[in-house]
Structures are given as structure tokens and as C-alpha cells.
């Protein structure tokens, strides 16, 4: 049986349209927190096909580069997990690097538009 498609949405900072109508459309079952620690703690409750997430890169960090390390380590140990990021075109070249160093599944530049997210949320299959 089917369990259906599942997404984690996570919105820090937004700046593009609200994509809740657009993931059910698509048939996804969605999670949607706030912050990089929700995400950790939805991470833990359950595994969704899908995490969804922006890619904001801050100077201010000791020990990384941007808002994303401490998730994608922790996508580690579930690798069946796809992380679609969003990310601003000025911070282009240190995402560029970013994705030398962790797995990132697909990847939209800023303006996020619906037709790009649904393009490519549309090769989810649902869950066995």
C-alpha cells in the first residue's frame, strides 16, 4: 500500500510565494516549521521524502558557512531523503561550494517561481 508523497518545508527568511497550495497539488502530504531546530526535531519524528529549505549564507558562523550544515549532516543518516534548496544568486559561487561538500538533490536560484518548484518536485513518486 501507498503511503503517499511527503515534504518538510522549511521557511527562515521566505521572499517568495507561498508553495503550501502548490505541494498539495502535487500530492504532497506537508510539514512546514520555521526554524533549522524544528527541522531537526521533525527529522527526528519522521523521515519525509522531500526537504525543502533555503540556503542562506551568513559570515558570522565560527564553524560554517551557511544555515544548512548542521541539516545536511543530519540528512546523513538518511540518505533516501532529497533536499531541494533554495538560494539567492549574489551568494552563488559560496553555495557553488557549499554542494562540493554536501549533498544537495536539486537546486532553484532566486526569484522562486511555482513552475520551477513544480518542475522539480514532479519526479517524486509516492512512498511504497
Do not use: C
Not at 529549505?53 to 549532516?73: C, P, V
Amino acid at each position: 500500500m501507498s503511503r503517499g508523497k511527503s515534504l518538510l518545508a522549511i521557511i527562515e527568511l521566505g521572499g517568495y510565494p507561498n508553495l503550501l497550495p502548490l505541494y498539495q497539488k502535487l500530492g504532497f502530504e506537508v510539514e512546514l516549521v520555521t526554524s533549522q531546530r524544528k527541522a531537526r526535531v521533525a527529522l527526528k519524528k519522521k523521515q519525509p521524502q522531500v526537504v525543502v529549505a533555503e540556503y542562506n549564507y551568513q559570515t558570522d558562523f565560527r564553524d560554517r558557512s551557511s544555515n544548512l550544515e548542521t541539516l545536511t549532516a543530519v540528512l546523513q543518516r538518511y540518505p533516501e531523503v532529497k533536499l531541494l534548496v533554495f538560494y539567492p544568486l549574489q551568494h552563488q559561487a559560496f553555495f557553488e561550494k557549499f554542494t562540493q561538500q554536501h549533498q544537495v538533490w536539486k537546486a532553484i536560484p532566486f526569484p522562486i517561481t511555482e513552475e520551477a518548484v513544480a518542475a522539480a518536485l514532479s519526479s517524486i513518486e509516492p512512498a511504497a
